[in-house]
């Protein structure tokens, strides 16, 4: 069963490049617990249901797509979520730590040094039952259940396609579109971090040997790091929706598309290439960022 739908993309480009370019509209799954977060928790609360238990608690920042569709489940499915938090309580919470807050899940913060080792101990001493029939989920929704989630987005291709592409931060979702691919299938992960080697030891942990060589990470299209943005790259992705009529967020989704967009102008793929691009959805963590995105336009517009 196909859930979520592969959308075609007609463009100039595309038609001179002879490239079928295909999306994979992950982003439309759920309207609040959207793409591959969807993907990587599906079973994981199987697993806590199976396990008997009513409570899971994650970790993530403070703009976390993670935390917000964790949240998004728990209310809708009538379970307990606790979200730790990264770094300082907010005077005024963020739209993405509001909304979570809204849908129940109990916020509890953690300093950078303790959660960086994802030290529990402080949070612990404050509350002794805080763990007690807990279903823990890592960081970004991360391990080997999610892995077997995001093989369901090769699944449900119908097409046969030559190369894959999705956004990577932990890179959970590359590996196991890659433990999905056939023999002659190729995935690029394109990295949403400045963290050159990284992904190729991290998908090693979920990805069998023999399938390493059909996986590439391309680091060129970061943008400075992690959630750094900057006015070429909204530029990109509002003529992008004007274009194709699809929302892509700054932080994932439109840089592994800008980064795409430049490869196939520059001819790195042959002609006659079939390529699906995952829409990983993540619409609303880059909403919460509407400060950040403002102040760009404001000081380029001072210059
Ligand atoms: C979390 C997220 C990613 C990163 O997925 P990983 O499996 O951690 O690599 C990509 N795109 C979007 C929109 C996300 O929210």
């Known amino acids: 069963m196909n859930l979520s739908p592969l959308q075609k993309l007609d463009s100039p ?6 490239i079928d370019l295909y999306i994979k509209r992950d982003d439309l799954l759920h309207p609040l617990v959207s793409g591959n977060k969807w993907r990587k928790l599906k079973h ?77 101990a402080p949070i612990i001493k404050a509350n002794p039952t805080l763990l007690d029939n807990c279903y823990m989920v890592p960081e970004g929704g991360s391990n080997q259940l999610a892995v077997d989630g ?16 999705v956004p990577c931060g932990t890179g959970t979702t590359l590996a196991g579109i890659v433990n999905e691919l056939k023999p002659h299938q190729k995935a690029i992960g394109f990295s949403a971090l400045k963290a050159e080697d990284y992904f190729e030891k991290e998908i090693a942990k979920w990805v069998d040997e023999k399938r390493l ?32 009529g699809v929302k892509l967020d700054p932080i994932y989704t439109g840089k592994m598309m800008y980064g795409l967009f430049e490869l196939i102008e520059q001819n790195h793929f042959e002609p006659n290439t079939n390529i699906v691009s995952v829409h990983t959805g993540g619409l609303q963590g880059w909403m919460g960022m509407q400060d950040k995105i403002n102040k760009l336009y404001n000081a380029t517009k001072s210059e």
Request: proline share 1%; charged share 20%.
């Open 44 to 120: 994981n609360i199987a697993a806590m249901q199976d396990q008997g238990l009513q409570k899971m608690l994650t970790f993530g920042g403070a703009f976390s797509n993670h935390i917000y569709a964790t949240a998004a489940a728990g209310q809708l499915l009538g379970f307990e979520t606790i979200g730790i938090i990264r770094g300082e309580s907010y005077d005024v919470l963020n739209p993405t730590l509001a909304f979570a807050k809204s849908c129940g899940m109990h916020l509890i913060y953690l300093d950078r040094s303790h959660y960086q080792t994802k030290n529990l």
């Open 213 to 244: 060589n059909h996986v590439s990470i391309n680091y060129n299209y970061h943008f400075g790091g992690y959630a750094k943005i900057t006015k070429t790259l909204l530029d990109f992705t509002s003529n992008f929706e004007i274009e194709f």
């Open 150 to 165: 995001c093989k369901n987005i090769v699944r449900e291709i119908e097409i046969d396609f030559d190369y894959i592409t």
């Open 13 to 18: 480009l595309l038609s001179a490049k002879k």
